[in-house]
């Protein structure tokens, strides 16, 4: 500018603007909290609920200033969601997974004959563990059976001898037979077939006369005469 013949100053007075940085520093799946976008303003940035930082992670990222260049310190945040890991289905049963990212979600159940002990459904959480308890699935127990009066049932010697898919068998004591079926199974309801056979002692048909005589019996089981 020149001072004019008139007094005058020629031109315009000059201004003085503040820098401006660009508006929006929020990351993809994050969040920012500003005062402000000139220079000397601050930002606080971080990553969604269930998504955690993999890159720009330090102070200059997470708080960010203005700079005089129209730039802000630090990079962009890059946050990516959180993966809590596959799940596998229980022995003996199934899994149906959405995902394993957060909040999906993860339902079990048994194959028939089994039954099911820790969590149905379990969701993946913000902080990357999955909630509940594992499952996991075992044999149904049919519970233990009386022996037949006069009788016994045989069963396998091990400790899943009343479980799902085990079989015993019924024998009676000698001069009785057995009534029912001889053979009973667990079944995938976790009942025993069928219903408990009996033991009845041996009876034999009467004994006629003979022509011209006579006969005299104690009775007509088994071991009398």
């Known amino acids: 500018m020149k001072c004019q013949v008139n007094g005058q100053w020629s031109g315009k007075s000059p201004t003085c603007k503040i820098r401006s940085c660009p508006v929006n520093v929020s990351p993809s799946n994050g969040v920012s ?9 601050k930002c606080v940035v971080r990553c969604n ?16 200033r203005c700079k005089s260049n129209k730039s802000w310190t630090g990079g962009q945040k890059q946050c990516v969601i959180r993966d809590c ?58 519970g233990p059976v009386r022996h037949p009066k006069y009788g016994r049932y045989l069963a396998a010697q091990h400790k899943d001898w009343s ?6 068998s019924y024998t009676c004591n000698r001069g009785y037979k057995l009534v029912g079926t001889s053979k009973r199974t ?3 309801k ?26 005299f019996c104690t009775g007509h089981s088994w071991n009398r005469y």
Not at 163 to 168: E, L
Not at 192 to 215: D, E, F, H, R, S
């Open 33 to 41: 909290k500003c005062n402000g976008s000139t220079y000397g303003s």
């Open 49 to 64: 609920k269930g998504h955690v930082c993999r890159r720009n992670c330090g102070i200059s990222s997470s708080l960010r």
């Open 85 to 142: 890991g596959m799940l596998r289905a229980p022995s003996f049963g199934t899994a149906q997974c959405s995902g394993s990212t957060y909040g999906s979600t993860c339902r079990f159940g048994c194959s028939p004959g089994y039954i099911m002990s820790g969590s149905a459904t379990r969701t993946c959480l913000a902080n990357g563990m999955w909630n509940g308890a594992g499952a996991t699935c075992s044999k149904r127990d049919c």
């Open 163 to 168: 479980k799902f898919g085990a079989q015993i």
């Open 186 to 188: 667990c079944d995938a």
């Open 190 to 215: 976790g009942e025993w077939t069928g219903n408990a056979p009996k033991c009845v002692l041996i009876q034999c048909p009467p004994m006629q006369k003979p022509t011209n005589g006579y006969k």
